[in-house]
């Protein structure tokens, strides 16, 4: 069990950076696979970025490629998502999502998933 806890949600303009914080606790932090996954209203939860155990290989959503960049440090429990050049279209529920061991991309292979930041881009 992990238990995620999400943060650094609000408001920025447009072309400006935020970054998100999710925290982590139960089991050894490192043996989970990270991402981050974000829902605009009335669209489906959409993958945004992916983390190994120990952040040695990522990867992103092709919309957020050159902007987004996600990390972790597994001696704080605790995996970010920096926010730049972020875009009215970027606005959404971003969630933090962990899977046990394997590097997946799918909403539904994640099991565990915490409660949302809103993030708000104004143009």
């Known amino acids: 069990q992990v238990q995620l806890v999400e943060s650094g949600g609000g408001l920025v303009q447009a072309g400006g950076s935020l970054r998100l914080s999710c925290t982590a606790s139960?089991?050894?932090?490192?043996?989970?696979?990270m991402g981050w996954f974000r829902q605009a209203p009335g669209k489906e939860r959409d993958f945004v970025a992916v983390?190994?155990?120990?952040?040695?290989?990522?990867d992103y959503a092709d919309s957020v490629k050159g902007r987004f960049t996600i990390s972790r440090d597994n001696a704080k429990n605790t995996m970010y998502l920096q926010m730049n050049s972020v875009k009215p279209e970027d606005t959404a529920v971003y969630y933090c999502?962990?899977?046990?061991?394997?590097?997946?991309?799918?909403?539904?292979?994640?099991?565990?998933w915490g409660q949302g930041t809103l993030v708000t881009v104004s143009s």
């Open positions: 983390i190994s155990g120990v952040g040695i290989t990522t």
């Open positions: 139960g089991r050894a932090f490192s043996d989970y696979t």
């Open positions: 999502a962990a899977n046990y061991g394997s590097f997946v991309y799918r909403a539904l292979d994640y099991a565990y």
